[in-house]
DNA sequence: TTCGTAGTTTGACGGATGTCGTAGTACGGT
DNA sequence: ACCGTACTACGACATCCGTCAAACTACGAA
C-alpha cells in the first residue's frame, strides 16, 4: 500500500436512513430488478461479474450503486472482486414482507411473460 | 353534447398489461405514495379534489395519470368529478400482498418520520 | 345563455436517469 | 516490476421526470 489505510470504502446508508421511496425507485428498473432476483435467487453473497447483465460494466457500475445507496444491497470488497448481498435483515426491519413480496410479484410475472410469449 | 358520443373515456391497462416495474415506478414518488394512502385510507372511490396535495392542479393531473397508466387507479368520471379508486383486485391478482405490504411499509416510514421529527 | 367549478392540455424548464466509451485505479499473480 | 483482471470515474448524450403557468374544455347551476 502507499497512503490509504481503509482503501475502499463503500458508503451505505444506515438503517434508520434507507428511505422507501428510494428503495421502490430502486426496485423500479428492470436490469436492477434482475439484479435483486438473482441476488435473492443465489442466496449468497456474489460477485458482481457473477450476474450477467445486458448492458456495459460502466452501466452495471451505476446499477450497483443504485442499489447499494438505496440500501436494498451491501457491497464489501474482497481483493479485486466486489461482493454483494441483499440487505435483508435491515429491509425486513424496516418494511415488514416488503422484499419477499416484490420478488414473488417479480417471479410471477416473470413466468407470465415466459408462457405468454 | 355536440359531437362526442363516449366524451371523456380514460385510457387504462388491462389487468394482463400491467407491469410490476410500471406499479414499482408509480409508488416511488412521494406525492403519488401520499394519494395512494389516502385512497386506501378512505376504502372508497374519492374525488381527486378530496385529496390535498401539495402541487398544482396540473401537477396533480399528471401524477393521477402515471397512477393510472401504470394500473394502480381506476378512474371514472361522474359529471365534473373524476372519481378515483385503487385497483386493488387486479393487483392482488397480479401481485399477491404487494400493494398491502407498501401501505404498510410508509404507514411505519411515516410514523418514524413522525416520531423523530 | 352565462357563469363558475373541476380538471386537462400544452409548452417550457431544470434536474435526474440510463446508456455508452474511454481512461484510470486497485489488487493478485507471475 | 510487470501484466491482466475487475471494477470505477468521468464526460457525453438522449431521454424522461416533476414542476409550473397559462390557456382550454366539460359539466352543472343560476
New binding site residues.
Given amino acids: ?1 502507499t497512503t ?1 489505510t481503509n ?2 470504502a463503500l458508503p451505505h446508508p444506515a438503517r434508520e436512513e434507507i428511505r422507501l421511496e428510494a428503495v421502490l ?1 430502486a426496485l ?2 428492470p ?1 436492477r430488478l434482475l439484479i435483486v432476483r438473482t441476488l435473492a435467487a443465489a442466496d449468497v453473497e456474489l ?3 457473477a450476474i450477467e447483465l445486458p ?12 442499489l447499494r445507496e438505496s440500501g436494498v444491497i451491501r ?1 464489501t ?1 474482497q ?4 461482493m454483494t448481498a441483499l440487505r435483508h435483515d435491515d429491509l425486513d426491519a424496516l418494511f415488514p414482507g416488503l422484499l419477499p413480496t416484490v420478488l414473488t410479484a417479480a417471479g410471477h410475472q416473470s413466468a407470465r411473460d415466459t408462457v405468454r410469449g
Fill in positions: 500500500m490509504a482503501p475502499r425507485h423500479a428498473d436490469v460477485n458482481c461479474s448492458v456495459t460494466k460502466s452501466t452495471s457500475t451505476h446499477h450497483f450503486r443504485v457491497q470488497y481483493g479485486t472482486a466486489k
